[in-house]
C-alpha cells in the first residue's frame, strides 16, 4: 500500500511536527505526546482531556481549542495513550476548577484513564471522567467491554466543551456530557478495510462486492456482512439500527461521518438518504454535520450519529468553537 509517510515508527511524532506548524494557537509536545491549547490553563474554568489512538484524525488532537477540548493525548496508532501523557495534559490544563476527562470505551483507554485520574488525584487535580459507548452494532467486542465509543465523542466533546467555556462547575459539566452520551447512538458501515501503517496492508479481509454493517473504528467486526447495497438500503440499515435503541422525543443532532477515504460527493449523497429516513419516522433535524470527523485511516465507508436535544443542548452546540477540526462562531 503506498502511504505518504517516511517510516512507520515516526508516523505519529512527524504528525504531531506537521500539526504544531499548521496550528500555533496550539501547543504540541511531540516528545511528550500530548496537545494543549495555548491559552491553558484558563482561570475559573474547567479543564477537559480527552485522548486515543491516533488514525482516527480530527478526533482528538483537531478538537482542541476554545469551546471544546482543553487538551488531547494522541497514542501510537490505534493504541491508547499512556497514564503519564493523561496526566500531564491535566496539570496542563488545571486551573483549579477541576478537569473533566472524556474516554472512549475502549479497553485501554478505560485503564489508562482510570489510572490518571488517581495519579492525577494525587497531585492534588480534582478529576470527574464520562465513558463514550454510543454505538449500537454490537456489545463485547474487540477490545471492549460493552458498547464501544464512537460519533458521540465529537457531540460529547462540544458540547461539554461550550459548558465548559461558559464557566459552569465540573459537577454541572461532567452531567451535561453524561447526558448527550446518554441521548445519542451510531451505526458506522465499512466499504473496505483499513490500513495501518505498520501493517502496511488492509487490517482485515473485506472482499470485493462486500461490505461490514456495523463495523468499529478499528475495524472490529460488526453485525454482518453483505453484498454490496446501495446508499439507499445502507441508510435504511443504519438509521433502523439506531433508531431500534433511541426513540427520541425531541429533535437530533445528527452526525453523518466519514471513516477517512469516503469523499464528500458521497457523504452527502448518504446524507441525503438518511434524512429521508428520519423523515419517513417523522424526527426532526435541529443540526447535520456532514464530514470526516472520527475516521479509521483510509477506511471507506460511514457512520451515523444521532443525539437528542433540548434548548440547552442545542444552544450549547451553536456556541462558537475555534479547533482546528472544528470551527464556527468566531
Not at 504528525?15 to 511531540?30: I, K, S
Not at 496537545?35 to 482516527?56: C, E, K, T, Y
Not at 477540548?69 to 493504541?79: I, K, N, W, Y
Not at 422525543?249 to 457523504?267: F, H, I, K, Q, S
Request: glycine letters at 10%; proline letters at 5%; aromatic letters at 4%.
Amino acid at each position: 500500500m503506498k502511504m505518504l509517510i517516511n517510516v512507520a515508527e515516526t508516523v505519529v511524532a512527524d504528525a504531531l511536527r506537521g500539526m504544531a506548524a499548521a496550528h500555533p494557537e496550539l501547543t504540541v509536545d511531540v516528545d511528550n505526546r500530548v496537545i494543549v491549547r495555548r491559552d491553558a490553563p484558563v482561570a475559573g474554568r474547567v479543564g477537559l482531556v480527552s485522548g486515543g489512538g491516533s488514525g482516527h484524525e480530527p478526533l482528538h488532537g483537531g478538537f482542541v481549542g476554545p469551546g471544546m477540548l482543553s487538551a488531547a493525548c494522541p497514542g501510537e496508532v490505534f493504541t491508547s495513550p499512556v497514564p503519564d501523557q493523561m496526566v500531564r495534559a491535566a496539570a496542563a490544563v488545571d486551573s483549579g476548577a477541576g478537569v473533566l476527562f472524556i474516554v472512549k470505551n475502549y479497553t485501554g483507554d478505560v485503564l489508562n484513564f482510570d489510572m490518571a485520574a488517581e495519579l492525577a488525584e494525587d497531585e492534588g487535580i480534582r478529576i470527574a471522567k464520562v465513558l463514550v459507548n454510543d454505538d449500537v452494532a454490537v456489545t463485547d467486542s474487540l477490545y471492549t467491554a460493552g458498547r464501544r465509543g464512537t460519533g458521540a465523542t465529537l457531540f460529547v466533546e462540544k458540547i461539554a466543551g461550550a459548558a465548559a467555556e461558559e464557566g459552569a462547575p465540573l459537577e454541572v459539566v461532567e452531567a451535561l456530557a453524561r447526558k448527550v452520551n446518554d441521548n445519542s447512538r451510531s451505526f458506522g458501515v465499512a466499504l473496505s478495510a483499513c490500513t495501518t501503517p505498520a501493517k502496511g496492508s488492509p487490517t482485515f479481509d473485506l472482499p470485493a462486492g462486500e461490505l461490514e454493517l456495523g463495523v468499529g473504528i478499528h475495524g472490529e467486526p460488526g453485525r454482518e456482512r453483505r453484498a454490496m447495497m446501495t446508499a439507499r438500503e445502507i441508510a435504511d440499515f443504519s438509521v433502523h439500527a439506531v433508531l431500534d435503541d433511541l426513540v427520541p422525543r425531541n429533535p437530533v443532532l445528527l452526525l453523518v461521518n466519514g471513516m477517512g477515504a469516503t469523499p464528500l460527493l458521497e457523504l452527502y449523497g448518504f446524507n441525503a438518504e438518511v434524512q429521508r429516513v428520519l423523515a419517513e419516522r417523522g424526527i426532526p433535524v435541529a443540526r447535520t454535520l456532514v464530514g470526516n470527523y472520527v475516521t479509521s485511516l483510509d477506511m471507506a465507508g460511514a457512520s451515523v450519529t444521532l443525539c437528542e436535544v433540548d434548548e440547552d443542548l442545542l444552544r450549547l452546540w451553536d456556541a462558537p468553537v475555534k479547533t482546528p477540526g472544528l470551527r464556527w462562531g468566531v
